[in-house]
């Protein structure tokens, strides 16, 4: 399911099932839109409750406010899935959906944190969920340069991936070979960790936890230090000519509208609208009226 697209769930035929779908998934509605920006504002507090009390010298001075707060926030955001459930025809549609497994994961880390503690933490999965303020607040300039950036990366993920089998082929040599120059007793112990020691300097990273001592090992980490400096660039180059030649070629007339609500910058591959849901015309259907309205 598109993010945001939640027309292909289908509404159910009760009428209270119905006005329920409108208020959770219909930011169109005052009601909607309340409900919306309702949900997003206790996203942001039950991370910031999280991220706080990860502090010990707060979570010492406030915890049980702390876990109320959690258990609070858990438990409305439990209500609200279960909601979304049943205000749905295609409920399992939903719950294998993006939104719907993101909404699941929300709530999920704070009851396995009673035979899990450790996995108390991912409870700040509730973020992923501030991406329906694309829909809530009608972002549809951000919303097609999403779209522009994921077809670039879709385009140039063939000439990335050569790109990195090179920088793997670039650093499983040059750990080798300061393995075989610096040896264990400089801090190479095997291959891995020299290659380890290859991966940091040619992202520019330098951790330091490993140094070469000899001066051929500082002239080979020397030449992978310029090597990582002029390689960073190349993925965004990549990325970003496939992005200008996108922008220079792609026609605008296959940049469609929505009729429902006016949202632009739809491809030919979109099929729905992201703000509302509705279908969007067919791909041609702007050319054609373009030519019919040229004179002559």
């Avoid at 409305?76 to 699941?104: C, P």
């Amino acid at each position: 399911m598109i993010p945001g697209n939640e027309s292909v769930l289908g509404k159910p035929d009760e009428p209270w099932r119905r006005r329920l779908h409108e208020v959770i998934f219909e930011s169109e509605t005052p009601a909607g839109r309340l409900f919306d920006k309702v949900i997003v504002a206790a996203i942001l507090v039950s991370v910031a409750v999280v991220v706080l009390d990860s502090v010990p010298a707060l979570n010492r001075r406030w915890r049980l406010a702390f876990d109320i707060a959690e258990w609070f926030f858990t438990l409305l955001f439990t209500l609200e899935y279960f909601a979304r459930l049943v205000s749905v025809k295609r409920q399992l549609k939903y719950a294998l959906s993006f939104f719907g497994i993101v909404d699941l994961l929300s709530v999920l880390p704070t009851y396995l944190a009673f035979f899990f503690p450790e996995v108390h933490a991912l409870i700040d999965v509730r973020i992923l969920r501030l991406l329906r303020i694309f829909r809530i607040f009608r972002l549809t300039d951000y919303v097609a340069e999403y779209q522009m950036l994921g077809e670039a990366l879709a385009a140039s993920r063939r000439k990335i991936l050569v790109f990195l089998s090179a920088v793997l082929m670039v650093v499983l040599i040059m750990g080798t070979l300061l393995y075989v120059v610096e040896g264990p007793e400089h801090g190479f112990r095997d291959i891995p960790t020299s290659v380890y020691w290859a991966i940091t300097t040619v992202t520019t990273v330098g951790f330091g936890d490993i140094t070469p001592k000899t001066e051929i090992g500082r002239f080979i980490a020397s030449v992978m230090m310029l090597i990582g400096w002029g390689t960073l660039a190349v993925p965004t180059g990549i990325v970003t000519a496939e992005m200008t030649a996108r922008r220079h070629l792609r026609p605008q007339a296959l940049q469609r509208t929505c009729d429902n609500c006016g949202a632009a910058g739809y491809g030919p591959e979109a099929r729905y609208c992201q703000m509302c849901g509705s279908a969007l015309p067919p791909a041609l259907r702007e050319n054609t009226q373009a030519r019919r309205s040229e004179p002559g």
